[in-house]
Nanobody, 124 residues
Framework: QVQLVESGGGLVQAGDSLSLSCAAS????????MGWFRQAPGKEREFVST????????SYADSVKGRFTISRDDAKNTVYLEMNSLKPEDTAVYYC?????????????????WGQGTQVTVSS
C-alpha cells in the first residue's frame, strides 16, 4: 500500500511558475514509477509527466514539454513537478500516482495508487 499526498497548488497568473510536491508513504518509494496527471473542469484526466523508478528517464505530454520538469528525491519519498510559463489551459486538479512498473508508463491503468489532487488555477 502506498499513500500519496499532493501539495503546492494555488492561484497564479499566466507566465508564472509553481512547484508541486507529492509525498509518499507506505511501501518502498523507489519501487515505483511516479506520474503526474491532471483533470480540467469538464475534461477527462490526462497524462502530464512520469519518471522511472530510478529517476533516470522521464516523459512529458507534448502540451507541457519544455515548461514542466519532473524529479524525484527517494531520500525524501517525494516527487516534484516544477511548472514554468504557466498558461490558463494548465488550470486543473493535479494528481500524482504510483505504478509498480518499469520504464515510464503513461497509461492511467498502470498506476495503482493515486493522491487526492491539488488545484492549480492560472488566470489570464
Amino acid at each position: 500500500q502506498v499513500q500519496l499526498v499532493e501539495s503546492g497548488g494555488g492561484l497564479v497568473q499566466a507566465g508564472d511558475s509553481l512547484s508541486l510536491s507529492c509525498a509518499a508513504s507506505g511501501r518502498t518509494f523507489s519501487n515505483y514509477a511516479m506520474g503526474w496527471f491532471r483533470q480540467a473542469p469538464g475534461k477527462e484526466r490526462e497524462f502530464v509527466s512520469t519518471t522511472s523508478r530510478s529517476g533516470r528517464i522521464t516523459s512529458y505530454a507534448d502540451s507541457v514539454k519544455g515548461r514542466f520538469t519532473i524529479s524525484r528525491d527517494d531520500a525524501k519519498n517525494t516527487v516534484y513537478l516544477e511548472m514554468n510559463s504557466l498558461k490558463p489551459e494548465d488550470t486543473a486538479v493535479y494528481y500524482c500516482a504510483a505504478a509498480a512498473s518499469p520504464g515510464i508508463p503513461s497509461r492511467q491503468s498502470t498506476y495503482r495508487y493515486w493522491g487526492q489532487g491539488t488545484q492549480v488555477t492560472v488566470s489570464s
